[in-house]
């Protein structure tokens, strides 16, 4: 989808000598550094969130655990801080979303 963008000068200048150097269009300069300016901002993903915890889990529990039953128990305050943190970003996700609805709806209800 195109959109249009209004640069300074001196950064549509730095762009295009960026692009000429490397063999990219201004367009491809700018996409990719959008790419990387989402990726290293993103937030992180369930399976993310439970392999950190499980990370410190292991950094916390130990590597080994000789009777199973134990491991089980000492492993459920850990299940607990997932689920939180997993909750806490669906959460937060969801108040997003009802924000962005909210706003949208106000446009649409303007719009002549």
């Known amino acids: 989808m195109p959109i249009s963008l209004r640069l300074p000068a001196?950064?549509?200048?730095?762009?295009?000598?960026?692009?000429?150097?490397?063999?990219?269009?201004?367009?491809?300069?700018?996409v990719r550094s959008i790419q990387e300016f989402l990726a290293r901002?993103?937030?992180?993903?369930s399976v993310q969130i439970y392999d950190e915890a499980m990370r410190q889990a292991g950094a916390q529990v130990g590597d080994t655990v000789d009777d199973p039953a134990a491991e089980t128990l000492d492993a459920r305050p850990l299940k607990q801080q997932v689920r939180l943190a997993i909750r806490k970003k669906h959460q937060?996700?969801?108040?997003?979303?009802?924000q962005a609805?909210?706003?949208a709806s106000t446009r649409v209800a303007k719009a002549p």
């Open 101 to 103: 609805l909210k706003i």
């Open 41 to 45: 901002h993103a937030e992180p993903t």
């Open 92 to 98: 937060e996700r969801s108040q997003r979303a009802t």
């Open 10 to 30: 001196d950064i549509e200048t730095r762009i295009a000598g960026y692009g000429a150097r490397a063999g990219l269009s201004k367009s491809a300069v700018i």
